[in-house]
């Protein structure tokens, strides 16, 4: 069954996965919490990757892979030829820093497809993640959504820039398709349409 | 008031439609319970002690006449017949049936109403002043800007599920009425050396179990930049905000830990990007929203009336009304109007759906067809014309409507606390109405004054225990409800946090404990001071001695 929706030129349809997530290993040592701490910028209290895990990573020999931003950052030597065919694409936790992808990748749209796994369908930082993406960085290719991906989330995630979505295999891709659209006319502007509704519909004075 | 196009009425009517879609697969056991909260919660629908609750959103606290026969008719036919006004100027009803909720929404959108993020972890219904385009000392009706900050805000894609609930308020007046030092943003709106209309902005404030006065992040924005600077702070609240403890998710926390430097200097980085982009709001559509809020044409009348003049002089309890209830309006010969929904010993804010006819039929005959409701929990008639006072007053009175108690100790700001609500640590409702059968006296309530005495169930402060002049909060003592007392909380420009004045008291010994506090500031007021200046004035040694001398004799 496909978990895949794909929009194209804003139609949304079930299309199969030729992308490979490539997940970092559990970690070994106990987790660092830095909540409490107050740290400028990050307060938000999660661990943060092990050069255990990202050594450990199991980078798949061939095909088109997705890879935690951490290992395509420390290990980009590797990766180069494949990132140049085109096979190569990163993936961020909700968490992570959007200004860690671009000090290192400066050109973003050389990568064909960036992915936010989103861990709990209620983190909505997904949601600016994706617009500063777009509107901020200028992304341009498919920009996709994993993890807790269900129904109710869909029309933000398009709102906000996102082109595909690997809905939660529990649930039905084919039903949920229906929620792209639970809104015709949105009131302010977003990624998909940047215009506000009193600047693209006339109201009357 | 704002009247809904097809726009408006279209984006309700698709909420209807999802609504009634998620509530089936939540039926069909399509979607877990931790799965639906967050829709149901966005859709104002709290599962609570006894039954659902839903709450439903007043715009800025404004209703028609329609709208409240409507409310009247839904309470009547899907709850117990009443409803009650929130502190947030919405109206929850505590009774309805689950499945019943899809079609209460489909009911409300015919009226251009709804429910839609009246709860839920994101951006809250947009409060202001009551007495917005009628107050002499309005310098600016804010209610267009709500009402574009509130179309702005519904389903914002990029902040729909935010850390934690966000509550934003604004206000035009010289004196603050809509407490915008307590949102998480407060915007003041202004006239700058220019005449041209600005905004100063606050961030951070919040009451519940860490009240913080808001900072100030800017003093001065044009009207033009409101969404894309609330953007920008919502943005950096969103990204950076903590998610892993519930109680550390307010912006307050983060702006806290950030310092307001930090946190400014973050946010208008960000806005340097946003600014000037689709979302700045244009002169046209400022226009076509404000002409919703244009003056009503008035008549023009003379400063005084002849007949309510006699009305006042002959009838005493017409003139203590007046003299609590009736507000001045900016227009001469004009009044606003506030319909007590404080009898002494029911529960505040309630009102029944015969009440809610009657009010709306007041509305309907007397001021223009609309009414506000307070964040003090009451119903305003704004546009009241003063030869028409005598007459709404006799109907008021007829239905339980026109306690003279406004700005009273009696007037009491209350949350649902324990009889409804499950967070409670205690009952608020019965220390409510236990006090103001203690003073049911009114001259005596008249002697003491301007006061307000606010209530809340538990630390999460629904009642805004923290900035009532004397502030009454449950808490739980090894399993059995117990109170604490704050004195010198206040609200308004100069809005400050109360203190605690010693150990907390069983539900029996508050009545004594507030006649306690008055008897010291009869005794200490000068005779211009309200209870707040005294107890700014005295600190509360004084209060603290009288108030447990007699428990120490007592035990
Ligand atoms: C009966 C069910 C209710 C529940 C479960 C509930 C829950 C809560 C919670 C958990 C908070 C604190 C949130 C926080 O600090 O992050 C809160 C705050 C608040 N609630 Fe309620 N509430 C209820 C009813 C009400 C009612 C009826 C009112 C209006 C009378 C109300 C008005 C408020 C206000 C004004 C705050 C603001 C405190 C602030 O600014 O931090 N709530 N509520
Ligand atoms: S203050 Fe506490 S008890 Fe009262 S309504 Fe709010 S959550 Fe419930």
């Not at chain 1, 398009?158 to 690997?166: A, D, N, Q």
């Not at chain 2, 949102?183 to 951070?204: C, Q, S, T």
């Not at chain 2, 339980?400 to 499950?422: E, Q, V």
Request: glycine letters at 6%; a negative charge.
């Amino acid at each position: 069954m496909n978990s895949l929706i794909q929009l194209k030129n804003g139609v949304a349809s079930l299309a199969s996965d030729d992308w490979t997530i490539v997940q970092l290993p559990a970690t070994q040592v106990e987790a660092r919490k830095q909540a409490g701490k107050v740290v400028l910028f990050k307060l938000t209290g999660e661990e943060s990757v092990t050069t255990e895990q990202i050594e450990n990573t199991i980078i798949p020999a061939t095909g088109k892979i997705i890879v935690p931003l951490s290992v395509f950052i420390a290990r980009h030597r590797e990766l180069a030829n494949r990132v140049a065919e085109n096979e190569v694409g990163v993936w961020l936790a909700t968490h992570e820093l959007l200004e860690h992808l671009i000090q290192h990748q400066t050109d973003i749209n050389e990568l064909p497809i960036i992915a936010i796994f989103v861990e709990r369908f209620a983190d909505g930082r997904i949601f600016s993640l994706g617009t500063l993406l777009r509107s901020r960085y200028g992304y341009k290719n498919d920009l996709r959504a994993f993890g807790d991906v269900l129904r109710d989330q869909l029309f933000f995630l398009k709102r906000g820039g996102f082109t595909s979505f690997v809905i939660r295999a529990d649930r039905s891709a084919a039903d949920a398709i229906a929620s792209l659209n639970d809104f015709s006319q949105p009131y302010q502007g977003a990624v998909d349409e940047p215009r506000p509704v009193f600047q693209r519909y006339n109201r009357g004075t | 008031m704002y009247k809904y196009d097809e726009i408006d009425q279209q984006i309700v009517d698709e909420r209807v439609a999802q609504y009634r879609d998620q509530m089936r697969r939540f039926l069909a056991g399509e979607l877990t319970d931790d799965e639906f909260r967050p829709l149901r919660l966005q859709n104002g629908l709290y599962i609570q002690r006894h039954a659902p609750m839903l709450r439903i959103a007043v715009p800025y606290g404004m209703l028609s006449a329609k709208q409240l026969h409507k409310l009247a008719d839904i309470a009547t036919q899907y709850d117990k017949g009443y409803g009650h006004f929130s502190t947030r100027q919405n109206l929850q009803l505590n009774w309805p049936k689950l499945e019943d909720t899809p079609d209460i929404l489909a009911e409300l959108a015919t009226v251009e109403m709804h429910a839609i993020q009246t709860s839920g972890n994101c951006i809250r219904n947009i409060t202001t002043d009551q007495f917005a385009g009628v107050a002499p000392d309005e310098v600016i009706d804010p209610r267009a800007m709500a009402e574009i900050m509130r179309q702005w805000s519904t389903f914002h894609p990029e902040f729909a599920l935010l850390p934690r609930k966000f509550k934003i308020a604004v206000s035009g007046t010289l004196q603050d009425r809509a407490v915008v030092q307590v949102h998480d943003i407060g915007m003041e709106f202004y006239r700058d050396a220019n005449h041209k209309i600005a905004i100063k902005v606050w961030v951070g404030g919040g009451l519940g179990r860490t009240p913080i006065l808001g900072a100030v992040i800017r003093e001065h924005l044009e009207w033009q930049h409101a969404l894309t600077y609330c953007e920008a702070i919502v943005r950096v609240y969103n990204l950076h905000g903590r998610r892993d403890n519930m109680y550390k998710a307010r912006i307050k926390i983060l702006v806290k830990a950030l310092g307001i430097d930090e946190f400014r200097k973050q946010v208008e980085a960000e806005w340097l990007h946003l600014k000037d982009s689709p979302n700045t709001i244009t002169e046209a559509e400022l226009a076509r929203v404000a002409q919703h809020f244009a003056d009503f044409d008035y008549e023009s009348l003379p400063a005084q009336d002849a007949s309510f003049d006699t009305a006042v002089a002959s009838s005493p309890a017409f003139a203590a009304w007046v003299k609590r209830c009736v507000h001045p309006h900016k227009t001469s010969g004009y009044r606003a109007v506030t319909l007590s929904l404080k009898p002494h010993g029911k529960p505040p804010g309630d009102a029944s759906s015969e009440q809610m006819h009657v009010v709306a039929d007041l509305a309907a005959q007397y001021s223009f067809g609309e009414l506000r409701v307070s964040h003090e929990q009451n119903l305003i008639l704004a546009d009241v014309k003063l030869s028409d006072l005598f007459a709404v007053w006799e109907k008021a009175r007829a239905h339980g409507l026109a306690t003279p108690n406004i700005g009273l100790l009696t007037d009491i700001i209350c949350c649902p606390g324990g009889d409804f609500c499950s967070l409670a640590n205690a009952k608020s409702i019965p220390i409510a109405e236990a006090i103001q059968m203690q003073f049911d006296n009114l001259d005596y309530l008249h002697d003491i004054g301007d006061i307000e005495l606010n209530i809340s169930g538990c630390m999460n402060a629904c009642g805004h225990h923290h900035v009532g002049h004397i502030g009454i909060l449950g808490v739980d003592k090894d399993g059995s409800e117990w109170y604490q007392v704050t004195i010198g909380g206040k609200q308004g420009n100069d809005a400050s946090i109360g203190s605690v004045i010693g150990p907390s008291f069983s539900a029996e010994e508050m009545p004594g404990v507030v006649q306690k506090l008055i008897e010291v500031y009869i005794k200490e007021r000068t005779p211009e001071e309200r209870f707040i200046d005294t107890a700014r004035r005295l600190g509360i040694a004084p209060f603290k001695a009288h108030v447990y001398a007699k428990n120490e004799v007592t035990a």
